[in-house]
């Protein structure tokens, strides 16, 4: 089992350029989540979904988008990229809620923007 | 909001004991542990419910007190692979629990030879 993987694990850009930060699981697990980890932060929700088609806003939404068409994969989409977005993203998976299921995260993708 | 978690750093000698304190100011329903290590992702260690439930997982458990909204976790004998930054996450009472976690900044702990 490959778990959550995560694509690209490093990638720099520019300020104003655009990107698609990759995640799929493939443990059919209905929940999936975007944090972004700054350091002495601690994780920040962006965004999550709870199934397929939908999606809502986590505590830091602003300047990212996601899509859920499938349950394998949840790309989260950064428009406009901004210094302050420069930051480790972590997609993470559950089963059902965070009640009684724990998350399992990917590896990251440590993005700088310059 | 954002639980607090105490202390945020700890060193350690091989052998020795450690409790890390995470509290929050909202009632909860669930508490998640996850152990990061550097460069890596978070890694699920256990969960507790409400209920003042007591879990272990090797010579790592935890409480919860609900009364006092708070968890602890506790390492014992601790091994050098046990070094890493510790995270909290926890879910509200509200509605029986929540989709999503509020994660805490992190305890490092560094367990030296």
């Known amino acids: 089992n490959a778990g959550v993987t995560q694509t690209p694990k490093f990638r720099i850009l520019k300020i104003g350029q655009s990107m698609t930060l990759q995640c799929t699981q493939d443990?059919?697990?209905?929940?999936m989540y975007w944090y972004r980890q700054d350091p002495g932060m601690g994780l920040k929700l962006i965004y999550y979904?709870?199934?397929?088609?939908?999606?809502d806003k986590g505590e830091v939404p602003n300047g990212y988008n996601v899509s859920r068409s499938t349950t394998e994969d949840f790309p989260l989409r950064l428009e406009l990229a901004a210094p302050s977005q420069t930051s480790v993203y972590f997609c993470?998976?559950?089963?059902?809620?965070?009640?009684?299921?724990?998350?399992?995260f990917g590896s990251g993708t440590r993005l700088t923007v310059v | 909001q954002q639980p607090v978690q105490s202390p945020q750093a700890v060193i350690l000698r091989e052998g020795e004991d450690a409790v890390i304190n995470c509290s929050s100011s909202k009632a909860l329903y669930s508490v998640h542990w996850y152990r990061q290590k550097h460069g890596e992702a978070p890694v699920f260690l256990m969960i507790l419910l409400k209920g003042g439930e007591q879990k272990g997982h090797e010579k790592i458990s935890a409480s919860f007190n609900e009364k006092k909204q708070q968890s602890s976790l506790y390492l014992t004998a601790s091994q050098l692979s046990y070094s890493g930054t510790y995270f909290c996450?926890?879910?509200?009472?509200?509605?029986?629990?929540?989709?999503?976690?509020?994660f805490g900044k992190g305890t490092k702990l560094t367990v030296n030879p």
């Open positions: 979904s709870v199934g397929a088609g939908i999606t």
């Open positions: 996450g926890t879910s509200p009472a509200t509605q029986g629990g929540s989709e999503k976690l509020v």
């Open positions: 443990m059919n697990h209905n929940y």
């Open positions: 993470a998976s559950s089963y059902s809620n965070s009640v009684i299921y724990g998350y399992t």
